[in-house]
């Protein structure tokens, strides 16, 4: 959910690789948020559609990466209640995009959410609420309640969807 101001310099060279299960999980979820995304290139938002075609070449593209450790601090979030489940580096388009080894107990559902996100920052959207704002555009054209992250209240967003708090307590 954030982005690193560090160097794009040589980050991509940063790979640690997954186990089977934590990559399973990332490829289910890949599919899952590529498969809304394919729905929502055909909706009625000339907008949200032409975005989701976009979403969809970055998330075929991208590696999706275990976090590594010089990172892994990033992953401990220092506000009470919320909870930073991924990232990408700032200033860098190429980015991957890093998964924090706690999103796994979430699930495929959250994850798809979160790394339309993600993709929407490596569409060049930097801003938090703006990008936030756009992620709930496009779950919502796919017919789907997107769960809520720590930007939603503090954007001002509460109440521009029914939100899917199944997540919450996990
Ligand atoms: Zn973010």
């Known amino acids: ?73 990033e992953c401990t979030s220092t506000n009470p209640g919320s909870f930073v489940s991924a990232f990408v580096l700032s200033q860098d388009l190429n980015s991957n995009i890093y998964i924090c080894p706690d999103i796994e107990r979430k699930g495929e559902k959250f994850m798809a959410q979160v790394l339309i996100h993600e993709a929407i920052h ?18 919502q054209a796919a017919g789907l309640n997107p769960h809520s992250n720590s930007y939603v209240s503090r954007c001002g967003l509460s109440n521009v969807a029914t939100f899917d708090h199944s997540f919450d307590s996990h």
Do not use: H
């Open 1 to 73: 959910m954030l982005m690193l101001a560090m160097s794009a310099c040589g980050q991509n060279s940063l790979y640690e690789p997954m186990d089977a299960s934590m990559q399973a999980f990332t490829d289910e979820s890949r599919d899952l948020s590529l498969g809304w995304l394919a729905s929502v290139s055909q909706s009625g938002d000339a907008q949200v559609a032409s975005m989701a075609d976009s979403l969809q070449l970055i998330l075929q593209d991208r590696l999706i990466a275990k976090v590594p450790s010089i990172y892994a601090q």
């Open 122 to 139: 490596l569409a060049g959207v930097n801003d938090e609420c703006t990008t936030t704002e756009l992620e709930i555009a496009v779950m």
